[in-house]
T-cell receptor, first 116, second 117 residues
Framework: DARVTQTPRDKVTEMGQEVTMRCQPI?????VFWYRQTMMQGLELLAY????????DSGMPKDRFSAEMPDATLATLKIQPSEPRDSAVYFC??????????????FGEGSRLTVL | DAKTTQPTSMDCAEGRAANLPCNHS???????VYWYRQIHSQGPQYIIH???NNETNEMASLIITEDRKSSTLILPHATLRDTAVYYC??????????????????FGKGTLLTVNP
């Protein structure tokens, strides 16, 4: 089965350290989304891409978060420096935009980040 | 995107139909209704979506009222593995637009469905 792959699955780090999370979207998909989930806020959209171009990253704290797609098979979400409030599960999702009826996204298993 | 209202939680007996309601009274004519679910510790999973007509797939059925202001997701024979948070989302079909804003899929709090043995 084709699936979205995220690494690492779990990451524990100390405040101030750089964290990079990686996502391999499903081959052939042209949209990629990054979500963050916490108990308090639920699922929050951080950023998304279409055909590797960033469309909206308004959900991200700009001073410390950055999202990129170096190529069609890799999306990255970087936090530098990390803070305890960044502790959450980060989900990557991909989909195929045909111009109509988009909205079926395939999510990865998530990267659980704990910042001490 | 239009806002949706769902009950916080529901219970269902195993083997019975689970009917999950969703209100979206401000839905626009070009907005679809999507349902996703999230089983504990997993990523959300797409279930079904529709515009006006009722839809059915191998997972569930989606019933949309004629005025499109509400919908019901039906799991015909709920199993213990269907225990999850179910999200109802309304979203414009298609992408593009200025800034690509139509691509956003915004999740609310959802309904925690607990299927009991």
């Amino acid at each position: 089965d084709a699936r979205v792959t995220q690494t690492p699955r779990d990451k524990v780090t100390e405040m101030g350290q750089e964290v990079t999370m990686r996502c391999q979207p499903i081959l052939g998909h042209n949209t990629v989304f990054w979500y963050r989930q916490t108990m308090m806020q639920g699922l929050e959209l951080l950023a998304y891409f279409r055909n590797r171009a960033p469309l909206d990253d308004s959900g991200m704290p700009k001073d410390r978060f950055s999202a990129e797609m170096p190529d069609a098979t890799l999306a990255t979400l970087k936090i530098q420096p990390s803070e305890p409030r960044d502790s959450a599960v980060y989900f990557c999702a991909s989909g195929w935009d045909r111009g109509m009826n988009t909205g079926e996204l395939f999510f990865g298993e998530g990267s659980r980040l704990t910042v001490l | 995107d239009a806002k949706t209202t769902q009950p916080t939680s529901m219970d269902c007996a195993e083997g019975r139909a689970a009917n999950l309601p969703c209100n979206h009274s401000t839905i626009s004519g070009n907005e679809y209704v999507y349902w996703y679910r999230q089983i504990h510790s997993q990523g959300p999973q797409y279930i079904i979506h529709g515009l006006k007509n009722n839809e059915t797939n191998e997972m569930a059925s989606l019933i949309i009222t004629e005025d499109r202001k509400s919908s019901t997701l039906i799991l015909p024979h709920a199993t213990l593995r269907d225990t999850a948070v179910y999200y109802c989302i309304v979203r414009v079909a298609g992408g593009g637009g200025r800034g690509g804003s139509n691509y956003k899929l915004t999740f609310g709090k959802g309904t925690l469905l607990t299927v009991n043995p």
